[in-house]
């Protein structure tokens, strides 16, 4: 049994001693354990070793919230994709270290991260004109965690992010393509299948995102299955090369869910059979990719052209999924085929039912038999 000093004699005849230094990711407490036959040596190598974690503390304590990330980014620089770092560099040097400026690690606490938060949803647009979306700061409130339980793993810091609150995430029902404007972008699509044309239909008939699309090349088609696999995405990225601010990369897709194969409608397959790709990406069949914010502003083009309403790409993803859910698809089948990690975020974000689609559900609706 250890006594107040955490020493006991082991059953064969050492003595066995520990002290607390930091704390593992669940909270708990690390320990350093030392061994020795005699007592009075093993006292001698635990005050030693308190010694040392004293003058190691002082010195942990004096480092600032920046010197903290900046830890924090070279060990995640090593374990995560290329884009999700460059997120996490631009979110601290955006957003977390101009407000917190040389502010010690040591003093921050619940208090002055809630304070944060309440400063990003008032000033937190960079022009400090205007708040930032409660995603964005959940997502830099994520991100402080991580950095916190670094800091409480490898130096026993007190984490600060225990008692934050969290703003609540908006939950709005993303906007969708109605049936007329649908019906307007296919006529004018399948009236001239170029290669950017074909794309467009591609995404209206997937869901995929565009930077799925960009990276989609001859090889992750399978024509005679009728299927496309989805294996990487083309982003822009920052580059930390210093040639550039930002670079086009073609990487792995935004999860490991998000690789999978979708089917593909017999009109579509036709079309393809008769769209070369010359072995290189679909989009430009060569082996350079068209990159996302290039297909963005065609496709915002196409739109004007054949008269609809203006919008991001990303609405045709929504709008594929709401249409699967109009057309009877099961939530796990939509799920899968838009490659998100959990059913919640389709129901949650994509399954929107307009006051028509409700009347006919209440039409059909029978309580007796």
């Not at 997937?206 to 696999?229: P, Y």
């Not at 350079?288 to 609809?308: A, I, Y």
């Not at 939530?331 to 919640?344: D, I, M, P, R, W």
Request: hydrophobic share 35%; aromatic share 8%; proline share 3%.
């Amino acid at each position: 049994m250890r006594n107040a000093l955490n020493i006991y004699k082991r059953k064969d005849g050492r003595f066995e001693g520990r002290i607390p230094f930091g704390r593992n990711d669940n909270g708990s407490l690390k320990y350093r354990y030392f061994y020795s036959k005699d007592l009075a040596e093993l006292k001698d190598k635990m005050l030693s070793a308190y010694t040392s974690i004293e003058k190691y503390n002082t010195i942990s304590c004096a480092k600032t919230l920046s010197e903290i990330c900046a830890e924090w980014l070279s060990c995640a620089k090593l374990r995560v994709k290329r884009s999700s770092y460059c997120c996490y560099e631009r979110n601290i040097n955006k957003h977390i270290l101009p407000y917190f400026k040389k502010t010690k690690y040591s003093e921050l606490n619940s208090v002055k991260i809630n304070a944060f938060i309440e400063y990003l949803l008032k000033n937190g647009k960079s022009n400090g004109k205007g708040g930032l979306s409660s995603k964005t700061i959940r997502d830099n409130i994520v991100l402080l965690r991580s950095v916190a339980k670094y800091a409480e793993s490898e130096y026993g810091y007190k984490n600060p992010m225990r008692n934050v609150i969290m703003p609540k995430e908006n939950t709005k029902a993303a906007m969708v393509f109605n049936r007329d404007e649908r019906s307007s972008l296919q006529s004018y699509l399948m009236n001239d299948l170029n290669k950017t044309n074909v794309g467009i239909l591609l995404a209206m008939y997937t869901g995929m995102r565009i930077g799925e699309l960009c990276a989609v090349t001859a090889e992750d088609i399978d024509i005679q299955n009728g299927v496309i696999f989805i294996t990487k995405t083309v982003q822009r990225v920052s580059d930390t090369t210093g040639s550039s601010k930002t670079k086009v990369i073609v990487g792995l897709p935004k999860s490991r869910s998000s690789e999978r194969a979708i089917p593909i409608p017999n009109f579509l397959i036709n079309i393809l059979k008769n769209t070369p790709c010359n072995n290189g990406y679909l989009l430009t069949g060569t082996s350079k990719p068209v990159e996302p914010r290039t297909m963005q502003n065609r496709f915002k083009s196409v739109l004007k052209q054949c008269g609809v309403r203006e919008a991001n790409f990303h609405l045709l993803r929504h709008t594929y999924a709401t249409v699967c859910i109009e057309n009877g698809f099961d939530a796990k089948t939509v799920s899968e085929l838009l490659g998100h990690s959990s059913v919640q975020i389709t129901l949650n974000r994509y399954m929107h039912s307009d006051i028509e689609i409700k009347k006919r559900c209440v039409e059909n609706l029978n309580l007796v038999s």
